[in-house]
């Protein structure tokens, strides 16, 4: 099956629901590339530390979650890694999670324009996140920056109340917010645990995983859920 495929049939179900239908999409790592805002902060505690390989690093520094990989791949020693790894988690924790950082995102290829598609058949779109309320004005930053739908009549951002709250929880805790929009149709994520829950969830629905990364939890999708690298048109 090619990488289109389950991209066109959201796109011809939008077309069949209209107003009825609720299109789901989480961000970071589905819609959003968080690569920019991951090496800002490092090269910032780079600068902080006078690291000058971490004061260097580039988005494509990041190959996974783990901020030692990154570290390592920016060319910072391995006992030198250990010996900040720590220090610098503590930086990145209070700068990851702001609303200042988010607004630095980038979008996944062709996201943009997918989702616009989406939106101008007229279906509901809900942008449902692990990020948590205080995040909420960088979240819309990045998507008038970037071109997408922003929230208002037809696109809802639903987020965590608090940060305390697992992404878990609160995807199954937005399950019941997301009928009352309307029926849902199509879902995209790229948290395994979470496109399992939402396959669950809504049996009907089409439910893809975004191929790109995540917490790293040893989870496979469930059998017959398609997978995609991005929102890219085929060539």
């Not at 389950?6 to 968080?34: E, K, M």
């Not at 989702?115 to 960088?138: D, K, N």
Request: with cysteine; proline share 6%.
């Amino acid at each position: 099956m090619v990488l289109a495929d389950p991209l066109r049939r959201a796109l011809d179900l939008a077309r069949q629901f209209g107003s009825r239908g609720v299109a789901v999409f989480d961000l970071d790592s589905t819609l959003l590339d968080n690569k920019p805002r991951q090496a800002r902060i490092l090269r910032e505690f780079g600068a902080a530390e006078k690291v000058a390989a971490l004061a260097n690093m580039t988005p494509t520094h990041w190959s996974s979650w783990d901020l030692k990989d990154a570290m390592r791949n920016a060319g910072v020693a391995a006992d030198v890694v250990e010996r900040l790894a720590p220090q610098a988690k503590e930086f990145w924790r209070q700068k990851f999670f702001t609303s200042e950082y988010c607004a630095l995102d980038d979008a996944i290829p062709g996201a943009v324009d997918f989702v616009r598609q989406v939106a101008e058949s007229g279906v509901v779109v809900a942008y449902c996140t692990g990020r948590h309320e205080p995040m909420r004005e960088g979240s819309i930053a990045s998507f008038k920056r970037l071109g997408f739908p922003v929230p208002g009549v037809a696109t809802h951002l639903l987020m965590k109340p608090q940060i305390e709250t697992s992404d878990d929880d609160w995807k199954e805790t937005a399950y019941d917010q997301l009928r009352r929009l309307g029926y849902v149709f199509a879902i995209f994520d790229n948290e395994p645990t979470h496109v399992n829950g939402y396959r669950n969830a809504f049996p009907d629905a089409l439910v893809v995983h975004l191929d790109t990364d995540h917490s790293g939890r040893d989870v496979n999708v469930l059998p017959g859920i398609l997978s995609v690298k991005d929102f890219s048109s085929p060539s």
